[in-house]
């Protein structure tokens, strides 16, 4: 998908698996408890920078979600492609949510600020070290409360995971030939961790997010306590 000639076709069905694989594994739902946690902490509409949006998919469902929850959280995505950002302003048109959506290379761009909470999803595993730091340190600086990435995590097992879910859920190519490229590229959560704490000068809560994520969260109160309690803290 990072193909520039790549047939809008093809991304368009790519978008949509991805998107059907997004739903079938929770990543919106696991993020979604941590946007909903800083939302109640900080009590006032939230304001939310999505990077690397592809579809939309996320920001949608977490605008629904919290409207359902008595929350105001106000999303924009932001993706290089303009043919994503169509895609999923189309996708928020048919679900009749207000979710904003801009084309913006954000490895170029300065990314936009004012934001409470910076998210990215799906995105560090195409990113080389030099790219990562640059976008943890960017979303830091966006961030006005918190940010949370989710990615794969690089492993034999999710390797064989993320192929079956790639094969029985999108008949897109382009998905079947990414999904065993991008745990390819993806790192451990202890890499990441790594990675991020040596960029950010602070620690980073990292813990697995089965099946085959991590999920990273920085925010005021980070403090470094036993994985295993956090664990926990993700599954409240």
């Known amino acids: 998908m990072d193909d520039p000639n790549l047939p809008e076709f093809e991304h368009l069905v790519a978008l949509a698996g991805l998107a059907r694989i997004n739903r079938a594994t929770c990543i919106a739902a696991a993020m979604y408890r941590q946007v909903r946690r800083y939302a109640q902490t900080l009590g006032r509409p939230v304001r ?13 469902y977490w605008t629904k979600r919290a409207a359902r929850d008595g929350i105001e959280v106000h999303c924009t995505g932001l993706d290089i492609s303009h043919i994503a950002v169509e895609y999923a302003k189309l996708q928020a048109a048919k679900a009749k949510c207000d979710v904003q959506f801009v084309q ?15 998210t990215c999803g799906l995105f ?22 918190a940010m949370i990435v989710c990615d794969l995590e690089r492993s034999r097992a999710n390797l064989a995971m993320v192929w079956i879910a790639s094969q029985a859920l999108s008949r897109s190519r382009v998905v079947h030939v990414d999904a065993i490229r991008s745990v390819h590229a993806a790192l451990t959560r202890e890499e990441f961790r790594f990675i991020a704490e040596r960029a950010l000068d602070r620690p980073i809560r990292v813990v697995g997010l089965p099946p085959c994520r991590y999920i990273a969260t920085l925010d005021e109160a980070t403090v470094a306590v036993p994985e295993a309690m956090l664990a926990g803290m993700q599954s409240a």
């Open 48 to 60: 939310l920078l999505d990077i690397a949006t592809g579809s939309g998919d996320m920001p949608i």
């Open 124 to 145: 560090i595993h195409h990113l080389s070290e030099p790219q990562i730091v640059h976008m943890l340190t960017s979303m830091q600086s966006a961030a006005g409360h």
């Open 104 to 118: 913006r290379d954000v490895l170029i761009d300065r990314l936009p600020t004012g934001f409470d909470i910076v």
